[in-house]
């Protein structure tokens, strides 16, 4: 999975690319995005996943899309991204 940073007036937007695992709420995904770090002693690369909470405005999401999310202003507790693209659609 991929993670890109861009400039605004504002800040800087996060970008992040991941697998939605849940669409059961209205106008939200669920996403979880991996990343790979280095354990420092070892030097073995392990992927970690986290869970994060998106905005989707039409409902278009399903459950095993690849998705593209951007950070953006807290619109609830827990959802600080916003659905930017759907890059590949899960088999029906």
Do not use: F, W
């Not at 605004?8 to 106008?27: A, C, F, N, P």
């Not at 996943?49 to 039409?58: C, F, G, I, L, N």
């Amino acid at each position: 999975m991929s993670e890109a940073n861009a400039t605004t007036e504002s800040g800087t937007i996060r970008t992040l690319t991941g697998q939605v695992v849940s669409d059961k709420m209205d106008k939200s995904i669920t996403v979880a995005v991996q990343r790979q770090v280095r354990h420092p002693v070892y030097g073995k690369y392990i992927r970690l996943t986290s869970k994060v909470m998106a905005h989707d405005e039409e409902n278009e999401c399903r459950t095993g899309d690849t998705v593209s999310i951007a950070s953006c202003r807290p619109l609830s507790r827990r959802k600080t991204y916003r659905l930017v693209s759907i890059i590949e659609r899960a088999s029906r």
